[in-house]
């Protein structure tokens, strides 16, 4: 690994690049923080992929292509007066000191769960009026529905035992089924919705992350399901044509595998 003033010295020449970019590279002198958004979020989601993936050499290109990006809008914000990289990384440092008692102050902490309820009262001192001001209105549904339930949480609006959140989610069902009997549409996505968010909450108290758990049975299908093109392809027979049954047999082969 390399020493600190090896890391620092490899930031400084990120930095001066950007810089030269800036300054010379048409496409760079043209970004302005809307057209970089969207691309930042693709890149969010392309490490996301590479984390999951357990693939290290694609994690760390990927974290790179994030760090540009953040040094790419500290540029942007010292062109305009409003901040500079020295900026980002003092307010962050700031932060995490003062969220951080039990560590630079006097607080005493017993566990993880009792340093997530101080994070979250501390936000509120800060003077935000409710722990939910700090979940994007731009996320993902999921992964919004877990921030959520675990924000509230944090400040003690919780379930007690995981077997009171799993008869929740019994009960949710019911009430789906029970909707879906009476063919009441508008109903019936709302309580698909409430099985959903009690999923999640399940999940939770399982200590998996949903959204994870979810691509990886997506990677899982996809795997399978392509496994069975190509099968099919092998037979010069095209999926359509193909029964069920017949379809089976190459996806039990691929679960297999």
Known sequence: ?????????????????????????????????????????????????????????????????????????AKIGSETGDFDIADVANSICEKLISRHPHIYGDVEVADEEEVKKNWENLKLKEGKKSVLEGVPRSL?????????QDKVA???????????????????LGELQHEVGADNRDEIEAEFGDVLFSMINYARFLNVNPENALERTNKKFIKRFQYLEEKAKEKNQALKDMTLAEMDVFWNEAKKL
């Open 1 to 73: 690994m390399n020493t600190r003033a090896e890391q620092l010295k490899a930031f400084e020449r990120l930095l001066d690049i950007m810089d030269e970019l800036r300054e010379k590279c048409p496409w760079d002198r043209k970004q302005t923080m809307e057209s970089l958004r969207h691309l930042t979020i693709e890149e969010t989601y392309e490490l996301g992929d590479a984390i999951l993936d357990k693939n290290m050499d694609e994690v760390k290109n990927e974290l790179g292509d994030v760090l540009l990006h953040l040094v790419f809008y």
């Open 140 to 148: 993902p549904a999921m992964v919004k529905a877990n921030r959520i």
């Open 154 to 172: 944090g400040v003690g609006f919780d379930w007690e035992e995981p077997q009171q959140v799993f008869e929740k989610l019994q009960e949710e």
